[in-house]
């Protein structure tokens, strides 16, 4: 029994074993399955490789053969290209340069300049109403040509407002959306809950700027400004969102008229960041909007001192030489300003103003910057060169009654012309000084006067009193007293005056000239490229947009009489809405 005690452990001991042997074999037999598996896979991927390399390298030998037949066909073309005529070079040329026109016009920065032009040469601007859809101001927007460099993002956030950045996000998001009476909620209530965050308080007045354009609203666009202000006078604001909101508060300003005040915004701009020449030139623009042409100069003057190259301030400080009457010296600036390509100079007023420097110096390239102005959309025309237009308007140099449809004010005129004759002579008293001398700087020299009665549609009463039945014969007609951009008025011009080729500043009018006392031999007018002279008791009618130039070299002095309307083909709304000139 004890035999067989012991024997019973030992048996199952070596069944154990046995078993374990087994596992032992049956798991070195898996490991070599595996191995034979992994070889096999190997092999298979080696084969696929082998292959793919072999197709690679037989299209790279097909690819090397087209690169070849691609150098041999460049030669070839290279070979054509250098045979092209002079004239196909020019073509090429126009074609980029049109390229180039419809690229710039993309990427216009929409800040307005409404009445710089007009301002500097000193007569009355208009006021900034809504913008008349189908009107087309080419001088009305400043326009820029994006640098080659591309500019940081602001950074808009202090620390602060990049804990509660998602919550911004939501509400600007909401903004770009376009739903922006939504976008105003969510920012008035993340300023009341946070109203030490500056980027809530910009968007704010984004949305309120938005909603202002949407609405046509005076009172909002005024809102929207105020919270730009408020955005500056928080603690902890970006420098660059202090930018972003005194420029855009200086903009909105000028929108409404206000020009002192956005002149004050940058100043505190300039003074802020002393360093940025950019700011410094916005602020001559200012300068120039309220007709401050002398510190606009001291302005530009430093701008140049330091950055020299800077075309923004060459054309500007050329433009204010101009105005000054130093013809030669502006052209220099005017030119370089404008080749410089830099933002804000490829504009129709410095076009204009580097043509009419050159004509008055004798220097036919004047009609090369002409015709680059028309090909880059600043003119009609090389001849009709207004910056004030509405499109799509009859445009010709000379009309007759008949074409513009107003035949019974030209019968009115010329029925009555001694009338009309008698009363201007009557007040052609020196010592009563009814009649001002030209002061547009239109004269190359002489004696040229006038006496208005009608300006910007509305009466002068006082003059009209010394000639009061031509008066009353002009009442009858609304096409006339009612031209908001256009004046009546007698002209009387001496012998030796020459006035300077010119153009009107819009196409929106036509001018009549009735003769009253018209030499016989000496006088006569150009209109684009035909000569015309007066007669007494008939009225000449041509567009005053086209160049026009006039001689007096009689032995006595010329009188006409001067009747503005509006162009034949404008709209009864149109005449309400577009903005006096």
């Known amino acids: 029994q004890v035999k067989e005690a012991v024997k019973e452990p030992q048996k199952k001991l070596r069944e154990k074993q046995e078993s374990k042997k087994e596992e032992m074999k049956e798991e070195e037999e898996k490991k070599k399955a595996k191995k034979g598996k992994d070889a096999a896979d190997r092999k298979e991927k080696k084969a696929v490789d082998m292959n793919k390399l072999k197709k690679d390298s037989d299209k790279a030998k097909r690819d090397r053969g087209k690169e070849k037949e691609k150098g041999s066909d460049k030669t070839t073309k290279s070979k054509e290209t250098t045979k092209k005529s002079a004239s196909e070079k020019d073509d090429e040329k126009v074609r980029k340069d049109k390229e180039t026109k419809k690229m710039t016009r993309k990427k216009r920065n929409k800040q307005r300049w409404l009445f710089l032009h007009f301002q500097i040469l000193r007569s009355v601007p208009a006021q900034p109403s809504a913008p008349e859809s189908e009107e087309t101001i080419q001088a009305a927007e400043k326009p820029y040509v994006e640098s080659a460099k591309k500019k940081k993002k602001p950074k808009l956030l202090n620390k602060f407002d990049k804990t509660i950045k998602a919550e911004l996000d939501a509400a600007e998001k909401l903004r770009k959306k376009g739903k922006v009476e939504e976008a105003l909620r969510a920012f008035e209530e993340l300023v009341n809950r946070y109203p ?9 007045a984004q949305s309120e700027d938005d909603l202002a354009e949407k609405m046509r609203s005076n009172e909002m666009l005024q809102k929207a400004i105020n919270t730009y202000d408020e955005v500056v006078s928080l603690p902890n604001v970006p420098s660059d969102l202090i930018k972003l909101s005194l420029k855009r508060e200086a ?95 490829d504009d129709g007023r410095f076009y204009f103003h580097l043509g009419d420097a050159l004509q008055r110096m004798g220097d036919k390239e004047a009609y090369k910057w002409y015709e680059l102005g028309y090909q880059r959309g600043h003119f009609a025309s090389v001849w009709q060169r207004s910056l004030y237009n509405v499109k799509g308007l009859k445009a010709q140099p000379w009309w007759t009654a008949r074409e513009t449809g107003y035949t019974e004010l030209v019968k ?87 006035v300077w080729p010119h153009t009107g500043p819009t196409n929106c009018r036509l001018r009549m000239h009735l003769g009253l006392v018209i030499p016989k031999e000496g006088c006569r007018i150009r209109c684009a490229q035909e000569n015309r002279t007066w007669e007494e008791g008939k009225v000449l009618i041509f567009d005053d947009s086209f160049e026009h130039e006039v001689w007096q070299d009689a032995e006595n002095y010329r009188l006409i009489f001067i009747v503005d309307v509006w162009h034949p083909e404008l709209s009864a709304q149109q005449r309400r809405t577009l903005p006096a000139i």
């Open 196 to 204: 030490q965050s500056p980027r809530a308080r910009y968007g704010k």
């Open 412 to 498: 009115s005129l010329e029925k009555n012309w001694k009338l009309i004759r008698d009363e201007g002579l009557a007040v052609m008293d020196k010592k009563r000084s009814l009649f001002l001398p030209e002061d547009e700087n239109l004269r190359e020299k002489g004696d040229w006067s006038q006496f208005t009665l009608w300006q910007q549609g509305r009466k002068n009463e006082n003059a009209c009193k010394s000639v009061p039945k031509t008066c009353a014969l002009l009442e009858r007609f609304p096409e006339a007293t009612g031209c908001r951009r256009g004046q009546i008025k007698y002209s009387i011009m001496h012998p030796g005056t020459h």
């Open 251 to 345: 903009d909105r300003q000028q929108f409404l008229g206000r020009m002192r005040g956005s002149l004050v915004t940058l100043q505190k701009l300039v003074h802020l960041f002393p360093g940025d020449t950019s700011f410094k030139n916005d602020l001559g623009v200012g300068y120039l909007l309220i007709g401050d042409n002398s510190n606009a100069k001291k302005v530009y003057e430093e701008v140049l001192s330091l950055a020299p190259d800077d075309g923004f301030a060459k054309v500007h400080y050329g433009f204010i030489l101009k105005a000054e009457n130093k013809i030669a010296e502006s052209i220099p600036y005017l030119k370089e300003g404008l080749e410089s390509g830099d933002p804000g100079t």
